[in-house]
C-alpha cells in the first residue's frame, strides 16, 4: 500500500507536483555559511502552521518482534528480539528550494512540521542558531539516524549555494530516543510550504516557496 499525503501550509492544495532536485549540498558540521544578518529575530515570521502524519515505509510486518506468551518464561539464552527501527539516511537540498528526507527499512515513522519562534532541541531544550526569517522544525519519530551521523552529536548543517534560494539553510541533528529533529530557516517572512511524505519512495519532501507581501 501506497501512502502519500500533500499539505499545504498556505492551505491551498497544489494542483500538481514538479519533479525533485535532490542533488545533495556539501554538509558543513562545523558552523554556518549564512551571513548573521540572516539570523533570524524574534516575531520577523508570519506563519504558525503545523501539520503532522504518519507515513508506512518497507514491510512493516519485518519490525515485529517475536511475542513471548505472558504464561511462560524465557528459556535459558533465550531473548526477545529488539524492534528494527527505519533509518534516516540522509538529508538533501536540492535546488534551495526542496529538501528531501531519506528514510530506508522497514516499519512506520511519524511526522510533524511546524513553524516555532525559536529553534529548541528537544533533550536539552538548548537554542541552536539557525539562519532565516521563518524557522520550520521537522521532526521524524521512530527512526534512527545513519551513516553522516554515527559517532556525532553534531548535527549536519546544510546551506544553497545561491542566495535567492528559498531556504537559507537546514540543520539536522543525530535522532535520540528514534526522534530525529531538524530545522529550516527560511528566507521570507510569509511561505508556502507543501509537505509531502512518500511510503513508495520512503521519501518526506519539503517544498518552500518564498512568497513576501
Known sequence: MTWSTRCIVSMALAASVSAVTTAC???????????????????????????????????????????????????????????????????????????VFAVSGDGAIGWSARFVQESRLRA???????????LLQIDLSGVETGTPWHHSALPARLSPEGEAAAVVEVLSYPSSATIAQSYLGIRASTPTV???????????????KAEER
Do not use: Y
Open 25 to 99: 549540498v556539501t554538509v558543513d558540521v562545523t558552523g554556518s555559511r549564512a551571513a548573521e544578518s540572516e539570523r533570524a529575530a524574534p516575531g520577523s515570521c508570519d506563519r504558525f502552521d503545523s501539520f503532522s502524519g504518519q507515513m508506512q515505509v518497507g514491510d512493516p510486518a519485518l519490525t515485529r518482534p517475536t511475542i513471548v506468551p505472558g504464561d511462560r518464561s524465557l528459556e535459558l539464552g533465550e531473548s526477545v528480539p529488539p524492534v528494527i527501527h527505519p533509518v534516516l539516511e540522509s538529508v538533501e537540498l536540492g535546488d534551495g528550494n526542496t529538501v
Open 194 to 208: 507543501t509537505v509531502e511524505p512518500s511510503s513508495e519512495a520512503g521519501t518526506l519532501t519539503i517544498r518552500v
Open 124 to 134: 536539552t531544550d538548548a537554542v541552536v542558531p539557525v539562519a532565516g526569517s521563518c
